[in-house]
């Protein structure tokens, strides 16, 4: 064994350092992923397209560690091309691009509406593709053969089991996220980036609000899940800073379902 290995946990998970973005960042799984990076030394960009939810989780977080607020609608181009300008201007590289803005839509077969598909696919598969295209050469700054550049796509359970619900375009996209991770990370591996997706079940979100605020249904969902519970911020956080430590540095084109054992049932 090489005398530069160091098997240590501390050193293994060890993302201190690093420049982070995390789209979608002001609330549910992208603040707990934000939180995450931030609590453990990573100076982390945040945008939302709200301005103000934006602001003040870069706020909170500030007090932990570094976090920066950049307000950007990532559904637009002009929205996309206005935050690469605005991160450009304070950093000339990237080592974790979380791509986690999302929308969803539900209607049933018959009903569902055209704009319903657009606006998912667009916001849920179009942007992170385009904004990771835009951030390729911060993205190569900093990538190495030991220490990759790390892109975590965001994609759902419902990507792989069929939901129970109405949200059609929803599920598509995020299976479509999962497979255009794989197709990136196929294209980025000589780069030395790599390209993982997670493949998150039921988490606090405001996506989620609607069935768990109500005590009956969050008891319905946490029976749905192998493991009786939903899943709590150091779940997903912890996936995210293990794909952008030296322990997930040799991992890439992986689905990663963070789930509680719903994907075991598909």
């Known amino acids: 064994m090489s005398e530069t290995n160091n098997l240590d946990l501390a050193s293994l998970f060890d993302v201190a350092g690093k ?3 995390v789209t979608g960042g002001s609330r549910g799984i992208g603040e707990m992923i934000a939180e995450g990076l931030v609590t453990n030394g ?4 945040i945008t939302a397209r709200k301005g103000a939810a934006c602001d003040a989780t870069a706020a909170r977080l500030s007090e932990i560690g570094e976090c920066v607020s950049i307000p950007a609608d990532m559904s637009t181009a002009d929205g996309i091309a206005a935050f690469v300008s605005a991160f450009r ?3 000339d590289g990237l080592d974790i691009l979380v791509n986690n803005a999302g929308a969803a839509w539900g209607a049933p077969i018959g009903e569902f509406p055209e704009e319903g598909f657009d606006k998912v696919m667009n916001i849920n598969v179009k942007a992170p593709f385009m904004l990771t295209q ?28 069929v939901p129970f619900g109405d949200n059609l375009s929803y599920s598509a996209s995020k299976a479509g996220v999962q497979m255009l991770a794989r197709h ?23 996506m989620m609000s609607y069935m768990l605020d109500d005590p009956d249904t969050r008891t319905m969902v946490e029976n749905s899940v192998p493991r009786r519970r939903i899943g709590s911020p150091e779940d997903v956080a912890g996936t995210v800073v293990f ?11 992986a689905i990663i379902p963070v789930d509680g054992g719903i994907a075991s049932l598909a």
Do not use: Q, W
């Open 184 to 206: 990136m990370a196929h294209r980025l591996v000589k780069e030395h980036i790599t390209v993982n997706s997670i493949a998150p079940g039921p988490f606090e979100s405001k």
């Open 19 to 21: 420049v982070a973005i």
């Open 89 to 91: 201007e304070r950093e």
């Open 243 to 253: 794909l952008s430590s030296r322990a997930g540095a040799f991992l890439t084109g």
């Open 42 to 45: 990573v100076r982390t960009y």
């Open 134 to 161: 835009e951030l390729l050469p911060e993205l190569k700054a900093r990538a190495t053969h030991e220490d990759p550049a790390r892109v975590v796509m965001i994609g759902s359970i419902d990507g792989i089991k």
